[in-house]
């Protein structure tokens, strides 16, 4: 039996979008994870060196990767965070339509979206949903866009808010 996660409303998402994309708290939350990478790897070098037994030391370059890789996805969805919180506060609004794709199942599934921009021209990216379930299909959402970009950088629709984990591309 799954247990289903209480899906957040889109003020709890947006509260959530705020933090993640504070610089300080970001900061404080890779220094965390990197930062008990780092502890999990002295230990095995400590309890290695106690035992006389090396056997563990091969898990280091292991610890290493992963600890590249959170860094590495931390810093790619950074400029989409920060785009999506400026687009939050001080960016221009437009009310229009995002229409909602999902294909694959279980750990495979992909999220995508595709909107318009001011200029009237189609943008599609994928996402990934923060606390909500998304709906296939066409949903009402209000736009917010930044000078940065073209695209929609924040999708609000009723059930949650939209950014991209990748550069859109023209539909």
């Not at 400590?46 to 810093?75: C, E, K, N, T, Y």
């Not at 994928?126 to 209000?142: D, L, S, T």
Request: proline fraction near 5%.
């Amino acid at each position: 039996m799954t247990r289903q996660a209480r899906s957040r409303t889109v003020d709890e998402q947006v509260a959530m979008l705020r933090q993640l994309a504070d610089p300080a708290a970001r900061g404080k939350m890779l220094g965390g994870c990197l930062g008990l990478i780092a502890l999990v790897a002295a230990g095995l070098v400590v309890a290695a060196a106690l035992r006389r037994d090396w056997g563990l030391l091969p898990f280091l370059p292991f610890l290493a990767l992963l600890g590249v890789g959170i860094w590495h996805s931390a810093r790619r969805l950074e400029p989409a965070l920060r785009r999506a919180r400026y687009a939050l506060d001080l960016g221009r609004t437009a009310r229009g339509t995002v229409h909602l794709t999902i294909t694959g199942e279980g750990e495979d599934i992909v999220y995508e979206a595709r909107a318009r921009d001011l200029g009237g021209r189609d943008w599609t990216f994928r996402f990934k949903p923060q606390g909500w379930q998304p709906a296939a299909g066409e949903h009402a959402a209000e736009l917010r866009f930044c000078d940065e970009v073209d695209w929609p950088a924040l999708v609000l629709t009723a059930d949650g808010i939209i950014f991209p984990s990748d550069e859109p591309r023209r539909a």
